[in-house]
């Protein structure tokens, strides 16, 4: 399976910081905001990673990722020219993706909470067996999400920001796909607003009667940190969880020495890259606690 972080896009609700840098670069508390759409995609297992980012915050990317060997994956690049809608991203991909099932994730998305590699696991046997998969999370304001109509566990409907919502369940920004998700994107026809709406390619799965959804339920979080509010909050969060569990949370180099992706030895180089902060710190404890 691959894998695609979609990290383009203009962040005109963060300017006057975005004018200057990309949102995904922005800080999180102790790391780039596309660490945690990186960590994503790792813990469910995917190893080839295309990242799509503006042409002009493409190299600041590679600056940071690199080949993605640091975390014991293959990282690509490609240029989203214009922002012109999220399926888009697959016909950006197609050639990266091939025949492959490909899972795809929003840049500015963080996810946290009990039982998600499971999750993860199920999305991706649902890709692997023909299935498409969303994942939704309750919210109060549903009109401004994608939204997705449930009867029981099962998808009825989905409706792009709908001005009369019929679940309070939005789609999140996390989506697996099968086979053939490059050639499906092509058949999406751009909306009133000029976009390939990703709402209308899930609902061409639905319609073919292969769409899937997971729940995301108490105790989990999500963040679509594309607001202040939402990265200050975000942030909080984070060294609440970090300081009371004395750990580093979607940490990319944890998740592939785990999954024998780094050796001890390339591990032990990273902790003394960072060795200056907590992260870092928090990489040498992963390295003694195995010596």
């Known amino acids: 399976m691959k894998g695609i972080i979609l990290a383009g896009g203009s962040g005109t609700r963060l300017y006057p910081i975005t004018e200057g840098i990309s949102k995904q670069l922005m800080p999180i508390y102790d790391k780039p905001m ?3 759409p990186l960590a994503t995609l790792m813990l469910a297992g995917i190893k080839d990673i295309l990242v799509i980012t503006t042409p002009e915050d493409q190299a600041s990317f590679k600056k940071l990722l690199k080949d993605g060997s640091t975390f014991g994956i293959n990282i690509s690049y490609v240029e989203q020219p214009s922002p012109d809608g999220l399926a888009q991203a ?4 197609e050639e990266f993706i ?4 490909c899972a795809m994730i929003l840049g500015d998305n963080i996810f946290y909470g009990n039982d998600f590699n499971i999750m993860l696991e199920n999305a991706r046997k649902n890709a692997e067996d023909g299935y498409a998969t969303i994942f939704g999370n ?3 304001d549903p009109e401004r999400f994608g939204i997705m109509e449930l009867d029981g566990k099962k998808v009825i409907s989905v409706e792009e920001k709908p001005k009369k919502p019929k679940s309070n369940y939005a789609i999140t920004g996390l989506y697996f796909y099968p086979k053939g998700v490059a050639a499906k994107a092509k058949e999406v ?3 009133a607003r000029g976009e390939l709406e990703i709402t209308t ?3 061409m799965y639905l319609q073919d009667g292969v769409l899937k ?3 995301l339920g108490e105790g989990f979080t999500w963040f679509d940190t594309g607001t202040f509010e939402s990265q200050l909050d975000a942030a909080n969060m984070i060294k609440t969880i970090e300081s009371n569990k004395d750990k580093v949370i979607c940490c990319p180099e944890q998740i592939a020495y785990y999954r024998g992706w780094l050796t001890k030895e390339e591990l032990q180089a990273r902790a003394d890259l960072l060795k200056k902060n907590s992260y870092g710190q928090y990489l040498q404890k ?5 010596k």
């Open 34 to 36: 596309i660490f945690y």
């Open 90 to 93: 697959f016909i950006l991909g």
């Open 98 to 101: 091939g025949d492959d099932e």
């Open 138 to 140: 309750q919210v109060r």
């Open 189 to 191: 026809k751009p909306s």
């Open 201 to 203: 390619l899930n609902d």
């Open 213 to 215: 959804a997971e729940l």
């Open 286 to 290: 992963l390295v003694e606690q195995t």
